[in-house]
Structures are given as C-alpha cells and as structure tokens.
C-alpha cells in the first residue's frame, strides 16, 4: 500500500516568489491535513481539507493557502514568499472523516527555501 | 490557548538502558495523545497512541501513560538499541469535527552504544 507522497521533496525559490506543493493522499484517505516544521516553532499546523472543503485552519498569514481535489489529493500554495518561509512542509492523511481518531500518517515532506 | 509542553529536548542514554519523555497539554477537552519518531530526512511515523479512556497501553519495548487529572503523558522505551536514536514528538488532539494535532517542541534522543 503506497504511502503519503509528496511533490516535490526539495525546491529553492526567492523572495517574492510563490510556491506550489503536492500531496497525494494514502488510498481510501479522505482528509488531508498540512503542518509546517521549523527547527524554531516545531510542528505547527496549517489547515486541513475533508471532501473538497476546508475544515479548519491554523494560525497563518494569508498568503498560505490550499485546496483538495474530488479524488483527495491536496496542494498547497504559498504566495509573496518571505525568508521566514523557509521549512519543511508536511502533508499527512488520514481515514477518517469526521470527528475520528485523528490518525495520521505523515509524508515525507516537501523541503523549501527561500533565498 | 492550546499547548503542549515536551521534556526534556535532549536525551542520551546508553544502550539497553530507559528512556522516558514527558508531556503536558493544556486542554483538558484533548482525548487522543499519538507519538511521533521522526528519523533524518524523514517524516513523523506514529509509534504508539493513547486515548483518554485508558490509562496505559504498550507495544513491545515502548509504552505510552496518561494521567488525565494531570494532563500529562508519558513516552517510554525500555532495552534502547542505536535505531531508536530520533526525534520523538508528542502530540494532543483538539477535537471539533478536524484532525488537527498541537504537537510538542521534540525530544531528540541519542542511544550510544
């Protein structure tokens, strides 16, 4: 069974710059969470996607946003990157749908810096 | 606000020793508490999860307490071997119809051998 994939694993962008990334969900997932992790703040969460819709959403600027796809895979996009921007973004799916056992499962990650 | 606090940040141990991290939450709504090891270059990857109608669960040399009264919780690992060295997350959930984790800060643990 294929795990969380996420595209791409490295990219370098500049400042101003916007970005772009990909997760594919585990098969049969149907929520999409993303988190970022800093060596700073940790794991902090971003938002998370269920059935198309935005279900909830963290404590980010604007300029992070998302969406998810009928067959759940899910991007996400940063616009105006800032220096500060520079992390790894995770993307991690889960089988439940409603207010479940928030199991997750992690991918890889999706490593950015912006220069 | 929602918080988790993770101790201690560094860990080294010798191998066949214990390791124990602790966490406490701050919500006392919070009813599901995952462990997360996350090696280099790699995403979290669940270990073991508790949820708060039981007090204790284990799998093989890791266990996982939870005192709810306290609102903390407890990370285990008995007989430590070198691949257990990573960073260890803990995390709460908040529910309210989403999936979202507030996660501890790490704990990167070192076994020597």
């Known amino acids: 069974k294929a795990g969380v994939t996420q595209t791409p694993r490295y990219l370098i962008k500049t400042r101003g710059q916007q970005v772009t990334l990909s997760c594919s969900p585990i098969?049969?997932?149907?929520?999409v969470s993303w988190y970022q992790q800093t060596p700073g703040q940790g794991l902090q969460f971003l938002f998370e996607y269920f059935s198309e819709t935005q279900r909830n959403k963290g404590n980010f600027p604007g300029r992070f946003s998302g969406r998810q796809f009928s067959n759940s895979r899910s991007e996400m996009n940063v616009s105006t990157l800032e220096l500060g921007d520079s992390a790894l973004y995770l993307c991690?799916?889960?089988?439940?749908?409603?207010?479940?056992?928030?199991?997750?499962?992690f991918g890889a990650g999706s490593r950015l810096t912006v220069l | 606000g929602e918080n988790v606090e993770q101790h201690p940040s560094t860990l080294s141990v010798q191998e066949g020793d214990s390791a124990v991290i602790k966490c406490t939450y701050s919500d006392s709504a919070s009813n599901y508490f995952p462990w997360y090891k996350q090696e280099l270059g790699k995403g979290p990857q669940l270990i073991i999860d508790?949820?708060?109608?039981?007090g204790e669960k284990k799998d093989q040399r890791i266990a996982v307490t939870l005192n709810k009264t306290a609102k903390h919780f407890s990370l285990h690992i008995t007989e430590t071997q070198p691949e257990d060295s990573a960073v260890y997350f803990c995390a709460a959930s908040y529910q309210g119809g989403s999936e979202k984790l507030v996660f501890g800060k790490g704990t990167k643990l070192t076994v020597n051998p």
């Open positions: 508790i949820r708060s109608n039981v």
């Open positions: 991690a799916s889960n089988p439940y749908g409603g207010s479940g056992a928030n199991v997750l499962t």
């Open positions: 098969s049969g997932h149907r929520s």
